[in-house]
């Protein structure tokens, strides 16, 4: 896909079910065509119903801070659905998302369309782009990736290598983390270095979580060179599950992504109070989960791993041993 709130946003991936614990906002039913929004204009949006791979907002997230969080999330939310839910063909799906790009831009001037069916989506967003100033490009990212996903998906695609699977993370999941970073006023280099390590790893975590669900509807997320240094393809991936060369590629990434999940980690001891403990359970999470797929091996063409209540222990104590001195994984 808080307070640290990574915002994480693939649908449906832990069962760690979590929405906005705040009264929602939507979008103003009467001023006027392009007029510029106030927060206060705002009623009744849809509900966020979504479950997410790690936390969208939780209690802990400070209060001045839950409406834009919220508006980023619906934003992200609504896009990745045109791209990702239902069942219209790849020409709609990128027609709709040029539509809501312009919505972007006109939001990014200050200027809500409200016959638009995105005008709850860009009433808040606009508030929220004017008062904390972010940086719109990196929504514009977020849409890029989108685009993206809806081409791969058309012309059967997937990824050359582990750096070109690694730029659609800069796109897709990285501009979350430097968002969400701009909220709390955080824009140092090695924090927005370290935030990038983060949210791609989240990334390629929630990919090796889901190919029984990604490669049955043509998504494979293993690089290709790497597939094909084991000797396997993506077409029939799903074939060679338990054998040891699908065994290799499943480990062979966990490894990677453990080892950039590691090296970043420390973004934890930047980030303040509350905020700064929720992202250390939403690494620690992930890492559960990296667990469990790397348990699983191959078998994770065939089954998705799911945290359970017996894992909470496990992740709490791996949190209180993330000091302020020493980030043990």
């Known amino acids: 896909m808080t307070e640290w709130l990574v915002v994480y946003f693939s649908s449906?991936?832990?069962?760690?079910?979590?929405?906005?614990?705040?009264?929602?906002?939507?979008f103003a039913r009467h001023f006027p065509k392009a007029q510029s929004p106030t927060m206060t204009e705002f009623s009744s949006?849809?509900?966020?119903?979504?479950?997410?791979?790690?936390?969208v907002a939780s209690v802990l997230c400070p209060p001045a801070l839950r409406s834009p969080i919220a508006a980023i999330y619906?934003?992200?939310?609504?896009?990745?659905?045109?791209?990702?839910?239902?069942?219209?063909?790849?020409a709609q799906r990128l027609s709709d998302l040029a539509a809501y790009r312009e919505a972007l831009?006109?939001?990014?001037?200050?200027?809500?369309?409200?016959?638009?069916?995105?005008?709850?989506?860009?009433?808040?967003?606009?508030?929220?782009?004017?008062?904390?100033?972010l940086p719109v490009q990196l929504l514009h990212d977020l849409l890029d990736a989108f685009v993206q996903d809806v081409e791969k998906t058309r012309d059967a695609q997937g990824?050359?290598?582990?750096?070109?699977?690694?730029?659609?993370?800069?796109?897709s999941a990285n501009p979350v983390g430097r968002l969400l970073?701009?909220?709390?006023?955080?824009?140092?280099?090695?924090?927005?270095a370290q935030s990038d390590g983060v949210c791609t790893a989240l990334q390629l975590i929630n990919f090796l979580q889901d190919p029984s669900r990604d490669l049955p509807r043509g998504r494979c997320y293993f690089p290709q060179d790497a597939m094909e240094a084991l000797q396997l393809r993506s077409d029939n991936l799903v074939f060679y599950a338990?054998?040891?060369?699908a065994n290799a590629l499943v480990v062979q990434s966990c490894q990677a992504t453990r080892q950039l999940m590691q090296s970043s980690a420390a973004l934890v001891h930047r980030i303040p109070g509350r905020s700064g403990w929720e992202l250390r359970f939403v690494i620690q999470g992930a890492l559960r989960v990296l667990d469990k797929v790397e348990g699983l091996q191959?078998?994770?063409?065939?089954?998705?791993?799911?945290?359970?209540?017996w894992d909470a222990p496990i992740i709490v104590w791996r949190v209180l041993r993330m000091t302020d001195t020493a980030t043990i994984l």
């Open 159 to 171: 990824y050359a290598d582990t750096a070109e699977l690694r730029d659609y993370c800069r796109r």
């Open 12 to 26: 449906e991936s832990l069962p760690i079910q979590s929405q906005f614990p705040f009264e929602n906002t939507g």
């Open 242 to 245: 338990g054998t040891s060369a």
């Open 45 to 55: 949006s849809p509900a966020i119903t979504h479950s997410e791979n790690f936390p």
């Open 74 to 90: 619906h934003f992200a939310r609504t896009a990745d659905d045109m791209a990702d839910e239902g069942d219209a063909p790849a």
């Open 298 to 309: 191959s078998q994770v063409f065939k089954q998705r791993p799911r945290l359970r209540w």
């Open 105 to 133: 831009r006109l939001a990014s001037q200050g200027q809500v369309n409200t016959e638009s069916p995105w005008a709850w989506v860009f009433g808040p967003l606009a508030h929220t782009l004017q008062n904390f100033e």
């Open 181 to 192: 970073l701009h909220l709390y006023g955080i824009r140092d280099d090695n924090s927005l």
